[in-house]
C-alpha cells in the first residue's frame, strides 16, 4: 500500500481546524473525508471506512465517543485516534475503553500530528503484509484481529492486536515499556505505563492458560516484557 492510498476521516466541527488539518494531509499525499456532525460522520465513515479516524470529542449531533462506540458494534477495525481538550488520565482510559486506538490532546503541532500519522500508516502497512503467525497451540490473524486458540476464534482490540504483532515480530527479546508503548500508540503518544500494563492483563487473559502465571508474556522487572516462546 501507497501513502496515497491511505485514507484518512477528519471529523471536526471547527472548520477553520477541519480545513487547516484537510489541507496539510492532502500535502502529504494521503486521501481526505471530511465531516462537522456527529451522525453524518458515523455514516461516513461506515460508508467509506477510512484507514484513520481523527474524530473530535465533542461533536454536534452525536459525541466522539458515542460514534467510537457505534463504530466498533459494526465491525468497523481501523484506527481511531480522538481530538480533544480532555487531557486527565481518566479521560483517556475512558476513550481506550470506548474502542479509541490513540489520543491527541488540543491545542497539538501540526508536525506531531504528522509524525503519529506517520507511525500509524506503517502498522497498517506492515500488517497487511502479515497473513498468519502460529505459536504454541495458537495462530494469530493481524488482519482480521483474530486468535485462534484450540481451533476457537478469540477476538482481539486493535491495541492488543498490535501488542501481540509486535510481540510475536521479537519472540523472546526483553522489550522496554517505553519501545512497546511508541510501536503501539505511536510518537508523542500521552500513554502512561500503567495503560500500557491494563492492555498486557487483557491481551494474557486471552492468550495465557493461567494468566496470574503467564508463560508467554513474561514481566522482566524493571525494564518491560519478554514474549517467551520457542
Known sequence: MEINQVKIAVIEDDENMRLLIAQRLIQEGFQVIEAAEGNAAQALILEEQPHIVLLDWMLPGKSGMEICTALRQHDYAGIVIMVTAKA???????????????????????????????????????????????????????????????????????????????????RNKVINREELMLVVWGYNSDVNTRTLDMHIVRLRKKIEVNPEMPLFVQTVRGIGYKFAVV
Not at 481518566?90 to 503519529?116: C, Q, R, W
Open 88 to 170: 486527565q488520565d481518566v479521560d483517556k482510559i475512558d476513550a481506550y475503553h470506548f474502542g479509541v486506538s490513540d489520543y491527541i490532546t488540543k491545542p497539538f503541532n501540526m508536525e506531531v500530528l504528522i509524525a503519529l500519522l506517520n507511525n500509524k500508516v506503517k502498522y497498517i502497512v506492515n500488517a497487511e503484509k502479515t497473513d498468519s503467525i502460529k505459536f504454541a497451540n495458537m495462530e494469530h490473524h493481524p488482519n482480521t484481529h483474530l486468535l485462534m486458540r484450540d481451533g476457537k476464534k478469540v477476538e482481539l482490540t486493535i491495541l492488543e492486536n498490535r501488542i501481540l504483532l509486535y510481540f510475536l515480530k521479537n
